[in-house]
């Protein structure tokens, strides 16, 4: 059975820092492109940073330059080091699991907030 377990949200200052982590177990991480996703009350799912299986990174523009997402496949752990925060980066956020022929699989999320 796979489980992607997120760790790391809690109460921040603007401007300060953050590292969420995501371990998963029950599965060969290492073939599975590994994603953050965050969602804000009131506001649908969105995209912030993926790392692909194959070693390639992506980030939403909104956090370009701020988030680093790193993986270490020998922990099967995922991570979104996170700096210089913003009041609108809080939400709630997810990591996600998938790849070419691969069921989707979805944490249940860690509650990131940054006070101003």
């Known amino acids: 059975q796979v489980q992607l377990v997120e760790s790391g949200g809690g109460l921040v200052q603007a401007g300060g820092t953050l590292r969420l982590s995501c371990t998963g177990s029950g599965m060969r991480f290492s073939i599975y492109t590994m994603g953050w996703y965050r969602q804000a009350p009131g506001k649908q799912r969105e995209f912030v940073a993926v790392y692909t299986s194959g070693g390639n990174t992506n980030y939403a523009d909104s956090v370009k330059g701020r988030f680093t997402i790193s993986r270490d496949n020998a922990k099967n752990t995922v991570y979104l080091e996170m700096n210089s925060l913003k009041p609108e980066d809080t939400a709630v956020y997810y990591c996600?699991?998938?790849?070419?022929?691969?069921?989707?699989?979805w944490g249940k999320g860690t509650l990131v907030t940054v006070s101003s």
């Open positions: 996600k699991a998938n790849g070419f022929g691969l069921k989707d699989y």
